[in-house]
């Protein structure tokens, strides 16, 4: 029911009739096509050096799936956004489909984030003896699966693809979703508090360079990934009170996927005219990957 009210209470939006957040709204949209034009360059680069020209290891998998999620994510914003300014009206599809990839991105990076947590607070867990050689890619292989169903079912459910509402559906599926998601952010943050606070309180050493990039995707989910979060979680809410929240959040994701490759050649660079590959190999290479209270990271092949 109070997704039918929200709906019947959008005919008569104060907001929509004297088009108050018009001017802002075209403003975001315009932004997120730039930022997802950008984007898109760097993770094709990214793809093309991770998946080609580094050794795949435990960690640099994941971000190489990450990239890929991102990078769907970053097509998708940019196909419905030409469409959009095309045709003069948005397509009922851009946000379940744009949503999936950026849920996709959301499960690697918490299972990145426990995934840097646990080697470094176990370190047998990374020991090939301990650890089967191709794990990292099962789990990511699972999160583009499990991803699917958690997103489309109650997306399908809520009459945000093909099929209308079923209202007693929609709820169970949508609540089922939400609980996970907030079960997803709530893990990369607290691997991101625990690995600061660890490192400047607990450890005589550094935690190594993964644990960093974990700590840096926890501010970035905090600032850029959730308010699309919080959307899917409450959209027809959102929606009818706060018009310009989806244009804002839409963005915020599209900076968060378009900032990782930067962020990555900003680990690696150690002068400024590095060339962007060296500096690239550096950050994500696994071949000398090392980790502070003599936890160590070996190689496997993936």
Not at 118 to 134: D, V
Not at 159 to 164: A, I, R, S, V
Not at 198 to 224: D, Y
Not at 258 to 280: C, D, I, W
């Amino acid at each position: 029911m109070m997704f039918s009210i929200f709906n019947f209470w959008d005919t008569f939006n104060i907001w929509a009739i004297f088009d108050i957040w018009g001017p802002i709204n075209r403003v975001f949209f315009f932004l997120s096509l730039t930022v997802s034009l950008a984007g898109l360059a760097g993770n094709t680069l990214l793809l093309w050096h991770l998946g080609l020209h580094i050794k795949k290891g435990p960690f640099n998998t994941y971000l190489l799936h990450l990239a890929a999620a991102d990078f769907l994510f970053l097509s998708c914003q940019v196909a419905f956004s030409l469409a959009k300014i095309v045709s003069g009206h948005e397509y009922k599809l851009h946000f379940p489909v744009t949503f999936l990839w950026f849920a996709v991105g959301l499960w690697l990076l918490s299972a990145f984030s426990v995934d840097c947590c646990l080697s470094y607070m176990l370190p047998s867990y990374c020991s090939p003896n301990c650890r089967p050689k191709h794990t990292s890619f099962v789990l990511c292989l699972m999160v583009w699966a499990v991803t699917m169903s958690v997103v489309l079912l109650p997306a399908n459910a809520c009459g945000l693809l093909f099929n209308g509402m079923n209202l007693l559906v929609c709820l169970k599926y949508h609540w089922v979703s939400v609980i996970w998601f907030a079960l997803l952010a709530g893990s990369v943050f607290g691997v991101c508090k625990f690995l600061l606070v660890s490192e400047n309180c607990c450890s005589l050493q550094p935690p190594p360079k993964f644990c960093k990039l974990a700590q840096f995707f926890g501010a970035l989910l905090l600032f850029c990934r959730l308010p699309l979060v919080v959307y899917w979680c409450l959209r027809p809410i959102i929606k009818f009170l706060l018009p310009f929240f989806f244009p804002l959040a839409t963005l915020l994701a599209c900076v968060d996927s378009s900032a990782k490759p930067f962020l990555y050649y900003l680990r690696g660079r150690q002068h400024k005219k590095e060339p962007v590959l060296a500096a690239l190999s550096r950050a994500l290479g696994e071949e000398s990957q090392s980790s502070g209270g003599g936890i160590s990271l070996p190689m496997l092949r993936v």
